[in-house]
């Protein structure tokens, strides 16, 4: 079956370093691959996506680029903020004609001051 | 455009009771989601809908968890009886239409759910 794989965390940087968490998945086909953030308190939200190999998503300084060849979709951020302490799941849905979405366990970030 | 609402916020009940969840997705969105989530790792699909038809059942404990979606809108899900290892945190989630693999996901708060 499907499945997504997160490097373990926390994560934890000073204000303004770069980002880096790396994801990979095991799917067959051609899966949508999303990356979703949830802030302290608050429930998950979709922070960006790529739907077809070669795809970058981005969005509040975040990307991240869907490779087929490696099976990986490593959310980047060049310069991170306080605000962007939080849990992010990497995910995936269909592929192999499955719909069922999947899940990375979570990776916590932790930018101190 | 009001969210995804779920209740109760926080449930603490004893193992072999019973518990229910109910979730009201976001106004026109086809399709709902119910998702497992254990402290530490990622949301797990317990069943999927489609209006009112069941999608995906697969990893849904049928002989303690059952679902419904009454008249393709609001949905239940209950645990009867419930296990010490049924703690978790409990997601409901909705999408336009999740036979479009590329549909974001709209996710509720959740429920926490502690058996004791």
């Known amino acids: 079956g499907n499945s997504v794989t997160q490097m373990e965390g926390p994560v934890t940087l000073s204000e303004e370093a770069f980002l880096t968490i790396n994801c990979t998945y095991t799917?067959?086909?051609?899966?949508?691959l999303f990356w979703y953030v949830q802030y302290p308190g608050e429930g998950l939200q979709l922070l960006l996506k790529?739907?077809?190999?070669?795809d970058k998503g981005s969005n509040k300084g975040f990307e991240a680029t869907y490779r087929k060849e490696t099976t990986s979709f490593h959310l980047e951020k060049g310069s991170v903020q306080v605000s962007d302490s939080a849990v992010y799941f990497c995910?995936?849905?269909?592929?192999?004609?499955?719909?069922?979405?999947?899940f990375g366990r979570g990776t916590s970030l932790i930018v101190h001051p | 455009e009001a969210g995804v609402a779920q209740s109760p916020r926080y449930k603490i009940i004893e193992k072999r009771q019973s518990v229910a969840f109910w979730c009201n997705p976001i106004?026109?969105?086809?399709?709902l989601y119910w998702y497992q989530q254990i402290l530490g790792q990622g949301p797990k699909l317990l069943i999927q809908?489609?209006?009112?038809?069941?999608?995906?059942d697969s990893q849904l404990p049928k002989d303690r968890f059952s679902a419904e979606r009454l008249k393709g809108v609001d949905s239940t899900l209950k645990i009867q009886p419930a296990k010490l290892e049924d703690s978790a945190v409990y997601l409901c989630?909705?999408?336009?239409?999740?036979?479009?693999?590329?549909?974001?996901?709209?996710f509720g708060p959740g429920t926490r759910l502690t058996v004791l």
């Open positions: 989630a909705s999408s336009l239409d999740g036979q479009a693999w590329s549909n974001e996901q709209f």
């Open positions: 799917a067959t086909g051609y899966p949508s």
């Open positions: 790529a739907t077809k190999a070669d």
């Open positions: 995910a995936l849905s269909g592929g192999g004609g499955s719909y069922i979405p999947t």
């Open positions: 106004s026109g969105h086809a399709t």
């Open positions: 809908f489609q209006n009112n038809g069941v999608v995906d």
